[in-house]
């Protein structure tokens, strides 16, 4: 839960700040970081729900959306670059059905990578994340 709403926070503090740098001069741009941010934000809250929902102790099922794999990198990647960081993806082989924990974990991964490039280095920073699959 913890790399989910680090990453969110991080992609809408970046936006926001630059919202409110170029909100007066370039307005078509501010509309751009404030788009982000209600993305970002619809989508992390979707994501909590969802886990919350499983740690739910009451019999009212919870709508369940799959933990994010590696099939989202690219969404994940696109999200982060509407922060302005100039990512670099590239997963290289075929990456194989694999069970949906690890394929979360690799996720949340590279999401901890690029929030901690969005964090510590500045949204001006170019982040290449790199995956390589192989078959065991």
């Known amino acids: 839960m913890h790399d989910v709403i680090a990453h969110s926070i991080s992609v809408?503090?970046?936006q926001a700040a630059f919202g409110r740098l170029v909100a007066e001069d370039r307005p078509a741009e501010?509309?751009?970081a404030l788009e982000a941010i209600?993305?970002?934000?619809?989508e992390t809250l979707?994501?909590?729900r969802r886990m919350l929902g499983v740690l739910r102790e009451d019999s009212e099922a919870p709508e369940l959306a799959p933990a994010p794999g590696l099939a989202d990198l690219e969404r994940l990647a696109e999200?982060?670059?509407r922060a302005g960081l100039r990512v670099d993806l590239a997963v290289t082989g075929e990456v194989a059905p694999m069970p949906p924990g690890l394929a979360a974990a690799g996720y949340r991964i590279v999401q901890e990578a690029l929030t901690?490039?969005?964090k510590h280095?500045?949204?001006t920073t170019r982040a290449s994340p790199s995956v390589t699959a192989t078959a065991s």
């Open 12 to 14: 809408i503090s970046v």
């Open 30 to 32: 501010a509309r751009g």
């Open 38 to 42: 209600e993305t970002t934000g619809r």
């Open 46 to 48: 979707a994501e909590l």
């Open 79 to 81: 999200r982060t670059r």
């Open 116 to 118: 901690n490039v969005v």
């Open 121 to 123: 280095a500045g949204a």
